[in-house]
């Protein structure tokens, strides 16, 4: 597998939850990034054009043009990273639908005990950039202490100065700008890879919330 793989994973799982109308919510100041950044033909949730009814609309947001457009993962690595991650059974094909579906008990476990070893991170040096881990809002603040230096991925475009740490994927901040929730999943997975016991246990927990699994 690649680390891009599960960024995907949690885009589709973001799809399926908007898709059902469950999806957590949002606070509407989850934004680190100067909003005008957002542009072209892409929307918040996905690509959408005036002639789409509601179903199309649906299965156009799973389509590799539209999962590039909303990840910034290339459609050739798309369609390879759909593959990959239905041969090691993280992903089905849904059998009414046809639409990938992800197998969130699965990855939740991946995440929680392999992700750390397979993609490792650290702390970097002092940028500007998009917070994440424990300084992003989903956590709002926990378990950080007065005067640390801020967790950020890298962008010209984030609000905060912080340390660096290496997303799990080139295109993080391309496609959190796109989608808050992801924002929010991605950024608890961070917690997870670099946080201490007490800190990833916490993570652990709101992520499995927000992927609707009871632990």
Known sequence: MKSQDIGLLLKLECLHKREKGILPSLDSNWIDWEENTIGGDVEQHGFYHQSMNADDYIINQYSTRSLALSTGISKSQVNLALRRCFDVGLAKRDRHSGLPRVHTKALLEFIVYGLKYVFPTKLGAVTRGITTSLAAP???????????????????????????????????????????????LLALVDAVRIGQPRERNLATDLLAKRLGISR
């Open 138 to 184: 989903v956590l709002e603040g926990k378990l950080i202490s007065t005067g640390d230096l801020l967790p950020v991925w890298p962008d010209a475009q984030g609000k905060t100065k912080g340390q660096t740490v290496e997303p799990l994927f080139k295109s993080v901040t391309y496609a959190v700008r796109r989608d808050v929730e992801l924002y929010a």
